[in-house]
């Protein structure tokens, strides 16, 4: 039976003061949002977000039908009632984005597109008269393969060799059957384990690249939760953002809006991204460069290509395809494109969406909602176990390793290991001192004070030359602590940043899938602990 135990994400160590301050809506971010993000709010998102244009809807609804098309996934009565759905004037989108991590990459991914699925029905269930559609915005653009090439799997790592450059969702998927033997091996027999890596096995053998694989993936997953997968890269979406783009690229507006926030929320927090001059890359087969304006010419860093303001007009008006957003242009791409009322993302996203407010005015673009996806600590039955012979409570894993074990000597020592007494009465002693000096002679005050520094200096060796002793008594118990925490907290970080989803796949099946589903509450902002 699963139990669910939700604490304050200040209690965990583990978050930023921005995204604390943000969840419980201080004042100092409200100029960098529309709204806080609660139930309530989406009204107003609504509201504002009615001015989503029919020729919009309809460009989503082709685009999104010939990618399925396209990566050969079946267009059956369900999918094609949700892409009809996007047509109406009362259906709105709730997004979360992702790069295209190999075999679905660290565990966080799943729980954003939860969040974003479990978003949406809480919506039909609070505005019944709106439709809500879930979105995952694939990130195939992105071109830093090493950041998406490996998966962390019982304490190593499986890493996909492929050498070819550019946009990652064009890269072929040369050497992933590689990387499934690898996965099989670890995982052994099992039907769960099996049915995963089937999953996989279609995805990456049977399509051409890795936009396609991964959306297979995801869609095999949650397509029974009624999730949508849409890629950005792609000619008409962008023909549709082409205003945008050319403003970028032609006036300072978006810059200077972008900058002048930016720095705003530096001097109250820090700056999660840099706004440029101009935000776009230039896609070629291979490569994905940075665009950069010199005098009167735009250059494509690293090539040859330049282009006058004539000449770049032409090329992307024939050639919308080869312009590609950075990660300050690509949210306002995803608000053009989508009737869209909220982004989820973690807190290195959230933060950077409190940087484009002042962007988005400018270009006249309602501004989502920034909502903070749940994160989730998993434990399951063995380490509740382990937990229980050492006494130890879900949220006593947050306060660090060697907290850890210096409340358990305290706890099992048999007199104060902390010699907090001794402080104290060294304390009273020298202060008693510190008066007879001041009626007797002054002048021994100093002598006084380098005495008592010593003496408390000596206490404070002590303390940890017992300290120490007494966890080499303890040693067995001081080695149970640390099995139980690098298992729940991989290398002193979270979970759900590092573990990967084959392993409680193979373990669970499609009950860790549902009891996730069944767990997570996205208008909860509080730091999710499960017990399978």
């Not at 507006?253 to 927090?269: G, I």
């Not at 024939?318 to 306002?332: A, G, Y």
């Not at 950077?352 to 996806?373: E, G, I, S, T």
Request: charged share 25%.
């Amino acid at each position: 039976m699963k139990e669910v135990e939700c604490i304050p994400y200040s209690q965990t160590g583990f978050f930023s003061p921005l995204i604390l301050d943000y969840l419980a809506e201080s004042p100092k971010l409200k100029p960098f949002i529309e709204t806080f993000p609660n139930l309530k709010a989406f009204e107003g998102q609504i509201e504002r977000k009615s001015g989503f244009r029919d020729p919009q809807r309809k460009l989503l609804v082709q685009t999104l039908r010939k990618q399925y098309q396209e990566g050969e996934i079946e267009l059956d009565d369900s999918l094609e009632e949700r892409l009809l759905s996007l047509e109406a004037k009362n259906t709105y989108t709730v997004c979360t984005g992702h790069q295209l991590n190999i075999l679905t990459g660290p565990l966080y991914f799943i729980y954003k597109i939860i969040s974003t699925i479990n978003l949406a029905e809480r919506l039909k269930e609070a505005y019944p008269k709106y439709n809500f559609q879930p979105i995952y915005w694939m990130a195939s653009e992105d071109h830093d393969f090493e950041e998406i090439s490996f998966i962390n799997l019982f304490g190593g790592r499986l890493h996909w060799q492929n050498s070819i450059n550019g946009a990652v969702g064009h890269m072929p998927n040369y050497g992933m059957g590689k990387v499934l033997d690898e996965l099989e091996e670890h995982l052994g027999p099992g039907e769960q384990a099996a049915e995963i890596l089937k999953l996989f096995r279609e995805g990456y053998h049977e399509h051409d690249n890795l936009a396609q694989a991964t959306r297979y993936i995801v869609h095999g997953l949650f397509n029974q939760y009624g999730l949508l997968i849409i890629d950005g890269d792609d000619a008409e979406l962008k023909r549709s953002m082409l205003p945008y783009f050319k403003k970028d690229l032609f006036e300072d507006d978006f810059q200077v809006a972008a900058q002048t926030q930016s720095q705003a929320l530096k001097e109250a927090y820090f700056a999660q991204v840099f706004p440029r001059e101009v935000n776009l890359f230039y896609l070629q087969p291979g490569s994905r460069e940075r665009i950069e304006k010199r005098g009167d010419y735009w250059f494509v860093l690293n090539t040859d290509l330049k282009f006058n303001r004539a000449e770049l007009e032409a090329e992307m008006d024939k050639h919308p395809e080869r312009f590609s957003p950075n990660v300050v242009l690509r949210p306002l791409y995803q608000e053009v494109v989508l009737p869209n009322l909220a982004y989820i993302g973690g807190g290195g996203e959230i933060a950077y969406w409190l940087q484009l407010k002042a962007l988005f005015d400018a270009a006249k673009v309602p501004f989502p909602l920034p909502m903070l996806r749940n994160s989730v600590l998993f434990i399951e039955p063995k380490w509740q176990n382990r937990m229980a012979d050492m006494d130890l409570k879900s949220s006593d894993l947050f306060k660090g390793l060697e907290t850890l074990k210096k409340e358990f000597i305290a706890n099992h020592f048999p007199e104060d290991i902390q010699l907090e007494k001794f402080d104290r009465q060294l304390e009273d002693l020298f202060n008693d001192l510190e008066a007879i000096a001041n009626i007797t002679d002054k002048s021994m005050m100093g002598a006084v004070n380098a005495q008592r520094q010593k003496q408390l200096n000596g206490i404070e060796n002590l303390r940890k030359k017992l300290l120490r002793a007494e966890k080499r008594r303890h040693s067995e118990d001081m080695e149970k602590l640390e099995r139980i925490y690098y298992s729940l907290f991989p290398k002193g970080g979270l979970q759900e940043r590092h573990d990967n989803l084959a392993y409680y796949f193979s373990a669970y099946g499609w009950d860790f899938i549902s009891l996730l589903k069944a767990s997570l509450n996205p208008l909860d902002f509080s730091f999710s602990i499960i017990k399978a």
